[in-house]
């Protein structure tokens, strides 16, 4: 199981980011994917879960109304958007492969992307 992200973003609050990440050497719609994200100097915190084989998202509560998973199954790809940038959302965001239900515990995750960083600044 490999996972490749996208690299830097650089943007402005308010406005939207999109990272990716390409999976490859297994069935894409077989594992969930985990999304989590790592602002400097915090911990590993889940944002949620999207199951590319029914297209379903689960979303922690925190990020509601502004996070949106998506996946283009032809190409093994999933997105994450987030939207409203603020300054705390500064972050490494990293995807994870979990065979089995979504789980908001990292320590269970398969494999790991290398993650993306994230900069909002004015």
């Known amino acids: 199981v490999q996972l490749v992200q996208s690299g830097v973003e650089l943007r402005n609050p308010g406005t939207s980011v999109q990272v990716s990440c390409k999976a490859s050497?297994?069935?894409?719609?077989?594992?969930?994917i985990e999304w989590v994200r790592q602002a400097p100097g915090q911990g590993l915190e889940w944002m949620g879960s999207?199951?590319?084989?029914?297209?379903?998202?689960k979303y922690a509560q925190k990020f509601q109304g502004r996070v949106t998973f998506t996946a283009d199954t032809s190409t093994s790809t999933a997105y994450v958007e987030l939207s409203s940038l603020r300054s705390e959302d500064t972050a490494v965001y990293y995807c994870?492969?979990?065979?089995?239900?979504?789980?908001?515990?990292?320590?269970?995750?398969?494999?790991w992307g290398r993650g993306a960083q994230v900069t909002v600044f004015s």
């Open positions: 994870a492969a979990r065979e089995g239900p979504s789980s908001e515990d990292v320590g269970r995750y398969d494999s």
């Open positions: 050497g297994y069935t894409f719609t077989s594992y969930y």
């Open positions: 999207f199951d590319p084989g029914d297209g379903v998202s």
